[in-house]
């Protein structure tokens, strides 16, 4: 890249980067991940059957609909029930736990390692024509690019507050790139298909929006009319 070029990139550009990045991951995980999320689904499954067959049960032997209050009660005091839905939740927990890890793992090899290497980007990032740099202009390395990428975890626990600075600031830093001593530079104008990714996701969120409000409201017009 010209190096006079450079500037600080903008919140939308590095957003329509790291999506891009996010969408060639999750081809690259599709595989391993889906045999955990279908375990994931079958114990959750399992777990609201085990709830099902107790009211059932309940409701039977009472012959009759009980007090809502007096099966809370006898719900949380039944040792058999406890031990299935323990026994249950810690299965699903540790499913859960397996496919965060995997995400973790191979996601901080991918922005880590390709911010740390000789492009100093992540293919999104080098295709939007991003690059990530050390704060005073220099290459990130990898200790920089490892803790940018971990640091990235505050800024979604902050409801992505932390992403958003980046912009209002006039270096255009986020939190992550604060904590870590990095920027985020652009070389010249935002490409067109930056553009038109944004335009898309812009497209499918107002889909699926105005599809759920729909949805709802027709869900509304049937009970009315029951």
Not at 131 to 153: S, T, Y
Not at 163 to 170: D, L, P, T
Not at 217 to 226: D, E, H, V
């Amino acid at each position: 890249m010209n190096e006079e070029a450079l500037a600080p990139a903008g919140f939308w550009r590095r957003y329509a980067a790291w999506s891009l990045d996010w969408l060639l991951l999750g081809v690259v995980l599709a595989a391993p991940l889906a045999p955990l999320l279908a375990r994931a689904w079958a114990q959750l499954l399992a777990l609201n059957q085990i709830l099902q067959d107790w009211v059932y049960a309940r409701v039977v032997d009472a012959q009759g609909v009980p007090s809502p209050l007096a099966m809370s009660h006898e719900l949380l005091a039944d040792p058999v029930l406890a031990a299935s839905i323990g026994q249950g939740s810690a299965a699903l927990v540790a499913t859960l736990t397996a496919m965060a890890l995997l995400l973790f793992g191979v996601s901080t090899l991918y922005f880590a390692g390709f911010e740390a290497s000789a492009w100093q980007a992540t293919p999104g990032k080098r295709l939007a024509r991003l690059q990530v740099r050390a704060a005073d202009g220099g290459p990130a390395g990898l200790a920089r690019a490892l803790l940018r990428h971990l640091a990235g975890a505050i800024s979604w626990l902050l409801l992505n507050l932390g992403h958003a600075i980046a912009g209002w600031r006039r270096d255009r830093r986020a939190l992550h790139d604060l904590i870590a001593g990095t920027q985020v530079l652009a070389q010249g104008p935002t490409p067109r298909w930056v553009r038109a990714w944004l335009i898309v996701q812009g497209g499918l969120f107002t889909g699926v929006l105005v599809g759920t409000v729909a949805w709802f409201c027709w869900q509304l017009a049937r009970i009315a009319s029951a």
